[in-house]
């Protein structure tokens, strides 16, 4: 890959001119800003700042340059798609230091910069425009994401590694297993799915666990995927999908489970939800959701957000208590699988990279360069703890038939 | 006991008076706001209320009946420790009925009395009024305590029970490991106890995983209880007791450990709680707190909180984010072990009324039969869910040196 992040894309009109004291005075504003980046940042004439320590970024134009100091976190990625900023070794290296730098920087104010530094509020989540922010990620193209997810289930999700050094099918199976045992299912239940992506957990559920699936989606490409899949497992009859937003989900299940769904749900919606699951979970139901979350309430990093996740906004804990608190359930267990998503994500990008010249070719370069630098930055926070992986699991708060220890989950 | 419940306290000089139509519409408007309550009420005069089932609720005198009306969550304790009010039947029983009857009327707003019926403000928790506080609780005499706490190690929060039937001795050992196993305690290590009650944790730690504790505590009598038994064990070497608010704690700790205290730290404290740890512990630093919750945020039963335990109020989890969030730490674990504490409470119970007669004759009747019930409605409200038990367990945002899974606690 580094010979790939050599290339430079496009034609550069200001490649070969000087920069001016202007010029050179916003790389070191900037870099003043970000403290101990570790790293050093070269302009197109080779004017440089920040430290040698052998990692080196390069801005080859001008407008790059006055562009990433206006607003880095949207920038940046948009740059670095279009190969007018170029990163000499390792990616995710790269974005770690920056990661802390940006941290660093932030929590002592480090430059006027910051007060300018600030991510947009996210798009709206309505009924209609959740569809939309849906569309724009998750109907990219199966035949895309079947590159690099697990070919298994096609979980674009957290998978969950209890032995190191798994393959991601068996963690992706884990995950499911994970998930099936907290929610302590039984064959002849009836289970809810919210946002069931191409439908693996749910296949895995009433395969491996007897139960009877009702999963909604309002992704039309996941949805269809899904059901053909189902079929030709010969489940059709145990697994229906729906093609509807959650917000109209209606009749009563014995669990209640969402995987990869909360992140796009979005706060001003999470009584909403919590409404839902209280008209359907019966009441000796459990539910579990399992999502990206924050350490703090955040917006989203704004380049993810435009261009890669609409309308993405994962959730502090407290955040997430608006789903629970107002409508009598009681949560039983959180766990926090932040490092499985590290690990989840290098087993993407690496598999990622293996295509990614196919991608580049079907997609074009700035296509396969962002999704390259979203898997990247993504393992760089998940690892640096700048994003969590929340699973939580809830009851009705009444209900008593509950086990006694999470013995039940190591057996 | 159901003898005992029958005893008559104190002269009525109604006693033998009629009921007027008064007295006998307010006995129905009570009844009427608690909708299914499953008992009958009886006044002085043998008027009655409710429905037939056995279980009866006698009312011996107007004012009490005035009272009770007025604020039954605050003067029934106070009309139940003087014997002005008796219940034939099962005492927690009644309550669990109770509560059951409150949720439902509180919810259906069943009355006007349930806009009458609120629980005021707790009572404030600045250093000099928590120190209060403490002493009216926890310095009623070790000697009380020990009468009906466990003999090993005085632990007087919610024991562990993972198999059923132990012995109320072997799951407060548990507990301690099981606290012990989620901070991956080693030998040498530094660990940090804010409200160490009578000391049997950190002496556990200290004894079993070889860690050097240093514990606070703001009640006298807890304190040198403690120091003389770790003096005795010949662990006053490894074990420091500190007179002193969690507000002072000061120096570098491994591990964090709190179990118990949050219930009396008060949400506005929250922040601060947040900044002491921030302050102690050590980068790959382990941190736990276990507390009494509840589902939503609610203050204290007010009987409970005047009467009892000066100043307590368990938190929501969505309160208690304010000690992480902020901060930038990451939460890791959240257990809730809420029917371990009605089973704490059970034996608790069954030991104290062992000994009812004894505290009896020492403290009075009004007194033991307080304590009685205080004992009684815990069982009764963390078996009906209003009570939550919280362990969670957190390390600073940036800490990898975490377990890929909990299956280390039980194994």
């Known amino acids: 890959m580094s010979s790939r992040t050599h290339t430079t894309i496009g034609s550069d009109p200001r490649a070969g001119v000087s920069t001016t004291w202007f010029d050179r005075w916003l790389l070191h504003s900037m870099m003043a800003a970000l403290p101990g980046a570790g790293y050093e940042v070269e302009l197109w004439d080779g004017s440089r700042a920040g430290n040698n320590t052998g990692m080196q970024v390069r801005i080859r134009d001008r407008d790059a340059l006055w562009q990433v100091v206006r607003n880095p976190s949207l920038y940046f990625g948009d740059l670095y798609s279009a190969g007018r900023i170029e990163v000499d070794g390792d990616l995710v290296t790269f974005l770690e230091r920056t990661y802390a730098a940006l941290d660093a920087g932030r929590r002592a104010s480090a430059s006027p910069w910051w007060k300018l530094w600030t991510d947009g509020e ?14 724009q990620h998750y109907d990219l193209g199966n035949d895309f994401y079947s590159l690099w997810l697990d070919s298994a289930s096609m979980q674009y999700t957290c998978a969950y590694f209890p032995q ?3 393959s991601l099918e068996a963690a992706q199976r884990a995950k499911m297993d994970h998930v099936c045992r907290k929610l302590r299912l039984r064959p002849g239940q009836r289970v809810f799915e919210a946002g069931c992506g191409w439908g693996g957990l ?9 139960v009877e699936v009702r999963a909604w989606n309002i992704s039309r490409e996941q949805i269809r995927f899904a059901a053909e899949r189902a079929r030709s497992a010969g489940l059709g009859g145990r697994v229906t999908y729906v093609e509807d937003d959650y917000r109209n989900m209606c009749g009563e299940c014995d669990a209640f489970v969402s995987v990869g769904m909360l992140e796009h749900v979005g706060p001003e919606n999470y009584g909403g939800l919590g409404e839902v699951i209280g008209r359907c979970l019966a009441p000796r139901g ?5 999502t990206i979350g924050r350490n703090r309430p955040e917006v989203m990093n704004g380049w993810i957000e435009r261009r890669i996740f609409p309308g993405a906004q994962p959730p502090a804990l407290s955040e997430m208590m608006a789903i629970f608190e107002p409508f009598g359930f009681s949560v039983l267990d959180v766990e926090n699988l932040r490092l499985h998503y590290a690990q989840t994500l290098r087993h993407w990008m690496a598999r990622y990279l293996e295509v990614f010249d196919q991608v580049q070719a079907a997609r074009g370069s700035g296509f396969a360069r962002a999704w390259h630098l979203y898997l990247a930055g993504s393992v760089a926070a998940f690892n640096a703890g700048t994003m969590q992986l929340f699973q939580v699991l809830f009851a009705r708060g009444g209900n008593n038939e509950l086990p006694a220890t999470r013995r039940h989950l190591y057996e």
């Open 122 to 135: 996210p798009r709206p989540r309505t009924i209609s425009a959740a569809r939309k922010n849906i569309e």
């Open 202 to 210: 749910a296949l895995h559920m009433a395969r491996e666990y007897g």
């Open 286 to 290: 459990l539910g579990l959701i399992h």
């Open 164 to 166: 190191p050094g798994m």
